[in-house]
């Protein structure tokens, strides 16, 4: 009997469809990974031992409890309304101070939010207050 020897084929593997599935698979990874965005600082909001009295005839008082909610004239009011009530005052009297008394408890981003407001409506004279430390 006679054996032949067969002649092996080379194999080969076509590398640009492997970096295509490999490219798909990385961004197929990177769309369904959950990103954390939650990058939340505790901030603790100091106390005041200094007490100053400011004396004007104009004062405009904007009261932020620890829910966020904003009031003024013990109403309360959206951002839409607090930039008309500033504007309207800030229009009729120039020399107004706005006092922004916010809770130790509330949200920074509501505090820093009135204080954007104020920034684009133009208003200089603004006053945060903190409460008095009591022991």
């Known amino acids: ?10 194999t080969t593997m076509v590398m640009s469809s492997l970096a295509d599935v490999a490219f798909l698979l ?7 990974s ?19 009295v400011v004396h004007n005839e104009r004062a405009f008082d904007i009261f932020i409890d620890e829910t966020g909610n904003i009031f003024t004239d013990k109403k309360k009011n959206s951002m839409e309304e607090l930039r008309i009530l500033t504007l309207q005052e800030q229009a009729g ?10 809770e130790a408890t509330a949200e920074y981003e509501k505090i820093d939010g009135v204080l954007e407001l104020l920034k684009q409506n133009n208003i200089r004279n603004v ?6 430390e009591t022991l």
């Not at 990385?26 to 369904?32: E, R």
């Not at 009297?93 to 916010?102: A, K, L, M, S, V």
């Not at 006053?127 to 008095?132: D, Q, R």
């Open 127 to 132: 006053v945060l207050t903190a409460k008095k």
């Open 93 to 102: 009297y120039p020399q107004t101070i706005f006092f922004i008394h916010g």
């Open 26 to 32: 990385l961004v197929f990874l990177i769309v369904t």
């Open 1 to 10: 009997m006679i054996s032949v020897k067969r002649k092996r084929r080379k």
């Open 34 to 52: 959950t990103i954390n965005m939650n990058n939340d600082m505790d901030i603790t909001v100091p106390v005041s031992d200094f007490t100053r």
